[in-house]
């Protein structure tokens, strides 16, 4: 699977942003456990959220949590992200990853198999 980030930008405190990540291949998307990731220069790569394979479940970072959705299409082979009451904070540049792995750490970035390439969203105070 390939996975391509989008929507990332500027926006002042409080906005909100949407990220999108669509994924192509052979594989079949809805096989893939789903994650965000984020990481500031010169930090460690960090867990935002994840998704089960099926849509049921979804898992968020403490520092995120009731702030950011993730939510996925299978039909449409396409995870998201809407992140609302934006914090400076959250400045970063924001990975979606596939995890093909049954059982494995969902907040564990050695866990996913594939990245995109990363959205840089930039949050002003």
């Known amino acids: 699977v390939q996975l391509v980030e989008s929507g990332g930008g500027l926006v002042q405190a409080g906005g909100s942003l949407r990220l999108s990540c669509a994924a192509s291949?052979?594989?079949?998307?809805?096989?893939?456990?789903m994650g965000w990731f984020r990481q500031e220069p010169r930090k460690e790569r960090e867990f935002v959220a994840a998704?089960?394979?099926?849509?049921?479940?979804?898992y968020y970072a403490d520092s995120v949590k009731g702030r950011f959705t993730i939510s996925r299409d299978n039909a449409k082979n396409t995870v998201l992200l809407e992140m609302n009451s934006l914090k400076p904070e959250d400045t970063a540049v924001y990975y979606c990853a596939a995890q093909s792995a049954f059982g494995a750490n969902y907040d564990y970035r050695m866990s996913y198999d594939v990245w995109g390439q990363g959205t840089q969203v930039t949050v002003s105070s």
């Open positions: 291949g052979r594989t079949t998307f809805s096989m893939h456990f």
């Open positions: 998704i089960s394979r099926g849509g049921g479940t979804a």
